[in-house]
């Protein structure tokens, strides 16, 4: 190909830059990637939402069944509101390179684009262009009564579900007790499973279920020791809070 046919970069010159530590940003993109659509229909749900608004970073995806947000306070100095959407396929690369240490991401925004200076890499990216949900309208406020269960124990619990699991069958149900968490799946022609955790709750037992796939999704990347499961009724989202992230789930008709 002639020199003169290759693609145009976009200019970056004189646009806004911001610097970000590279180890916050990977985190913060493993906490969130997983739940972006893949349906090219609802091309806004398919990227992160990157917000920055008074020295806080919000990035948040969903792909209209679960919902992952994470919010940190950091200090970052952006002349402006910022609120852009970036690729999934961006998001991929960015975290193929980034390291996890303090060394420094540059972000410049441009013109439906943005450059990601990670010093020996350099990505360009467009952004996607649309508006994306208002995702605060559907997190409800914080749960006084929380399950609190060993994360690990969960995670594996949860884990050994999924083996189960088939396209018609994915539902794994969750008995809540008081001092106890019961999972269990069954699946014709495969087999059943049950099995029980300890847990501290004092508020109402009920039946709910989840698909276990969206559940290790998140307990996977939580590296607290105990984490809050909270839940309502059968028929409302589950929603686990650590810190400054929250992710939510809809459940399954058991």
Known sequence: MPKDEFPKLPEFKDKETLKIEQGILKDMLIKTAFAVSHDETRYVLNGILFKIENN???LIATDGRRLALIEKNINIHASRDINIIIPLKTIT?????LKDNDEAIMITLGDKQALFDLGTVQIISRLIEGEFPNYRQVIPEEQKEKIKLNRERFL?????TIVL?????QVAKLEIFKNKLVISKSTPDVGESREELASEYSGKEMIIGFNP???IDA?????????NLEVWDAEK?????????????LPMRV
């Not at 690369?93 to 390179?97: F, I, S, Y």
């Not at 686990?240 to 939510?248: H, N, T, V």
């Open 165 to 169: 699991s088939t396209q018609d069958y």
């Open 237 to 249: 989202p589950g929603v686990i809070r650590s810190g400054g992230y929250i992710y939510l789930v």
């Open 56 to 58: 806080k970073l919000s």
């Open 213 to 215: 796939a969206y559940l």
């Open 93 to 97: 690369e960015l975290n193929r390179n």
């Open 219 to 227: 307990l996977k990347n939580i590296q607290d020791e105990f984490i």
């Open 156 to 160: 594996l619990a949860v884990k050994r």
